[in-house]
């Protein structure tokens, strides 16, 4: 079985965009980045906010990232199957593993399997050999690049085996797939 993996947040949506947003939403301030808002707002203040987003269903209504959805049906039409992975707490929120699920489904995210929790890692290097990953945070993409191609979308750092990319075009062109792009817009306008 070939597979990629995908993470949600950061690639399948736009966080951190989708967490200052709220923090925008609830407070009023605005921040352009997580650590403008860590050194602005009480430590005590930003994980009550965090406790919040995470609890309160707010995550079922993240926008997703242009292009997120055609490209899970790319990977199904040319053999891959997408195994998306997250580091959300689903252990300490006992909504967030049904509010990520309802998310996926209600926007058509296609996958096959779906992995929670920070011990992400050697997980993926015991159970699945991926054909590449798709990862927002450069500390991550060093550790996979051990084992795997990665896409650090949004990145600008290349390294071996890490190629920043600011779309899934890019991935889509990197390795030739044009022909199943054609393919799922010709089913589309059926």
Known sequence: MAVAFIDIDGVLNEYPKTWLDFIKEKTGLHFSTLDEAKENLSYKIYIELKHEYRSSGYKQSLKVRKGAAEFLKILNIVGIDPVLYTSRPVNNYFNLYMDTIRWLEKNKLDFKHIIFGKEIIPFYQIKFNPIFIVEDEFEYAKI???????????????????????????????????????????????
């Open 144 to 190: 996979f690049s051990k084992f795997s191609l990665v896409f650090l979308y949004n990145g600008n750092i290349e390294r071996k085996n890490i190629i920043p990319v600011k779309n899934f075009n890019q991935i889509i062109e990197f390795f030739g797939w044009n022909h199943a792009r054609n393919q799922l817009e010709k089913s589309d306008s059926l």
